[in-house]
């Protein structure tokens, strides 16, 4: 039964509605930081900086919330580059959204939401994190059953064909 669920096509139904969620999520939330000047403005890279020094703040005591190598990761690679990161945040985030949503590059587009989740989990952020990234593993242990509804169909239906060359004789 459980194999069927990642497998069958009968269940592309329940992967679709697991996809608008997962990419409704992920959309809006890109969209509500677009425009926004910390985000993508003037001053873009002041949300990500002040996240970022949070999280660090958060590798001290007898049992940190995030874990020191992650901290010391987040000092010389991501707060130097806040501003980039900003705007990988924001355009990662509606691009993960709308490909979830269209069924375009469904696995790909999953693992890159999982990879962002991971991110703000590492950093010591819960909220729904958790739960988005439970959503994504599962949506890409489905693999092409979860991209059924959506581009990936047509797009294999294409590929396919593009394999099938005719012999002559």
Do not use: C
């Amino acid at each position: 039964m459980l194999k069927g669920f990642f497998t069958d096509t009968k269940f592309s139904g329940v992967w679709l509605a697991l996809r608008l969620i997962l990419g409704w999520q992920w959309l809006s939330s890109g969209l509500g930081k677009l425009g926004n000047p910390v985000w993508t403005g003037d001053k873009a890279g002041v949300a990500v900086n002040g996240f970022l020094q949070g999280a660090v703040a958060k590798a001290t005591g007898d049992i940190p919330a995030v874990k020191p190598t992650y901290a010391a990761l987040l000092e010389a690679v991501a707060i130097p580059n806040a501003t980039l990161f900003s705007y990988l945040i924001v355009f990662g985030e509606i691009l993960v959204g709308l490909a979830l949503i269209l069924g375009f590059t469904t696995t790909f587009a999953a693992l890159m939401g999982a990879f962002m989740n991971f991110n703000f989990m590492a950093a010591g952020s819960s909220s729904s994190n958790p739960y988005m990234f439970t959503i994504a593993i599962l949506i890409i242990a489905a693999g092409p059953i979860a991209g059924h509804y959506g581009i990936d169909r047509f797009i294999r239906k294409y590929r396919s064909k593009e394999k099938e060359v005719p012999q002559t004789a």
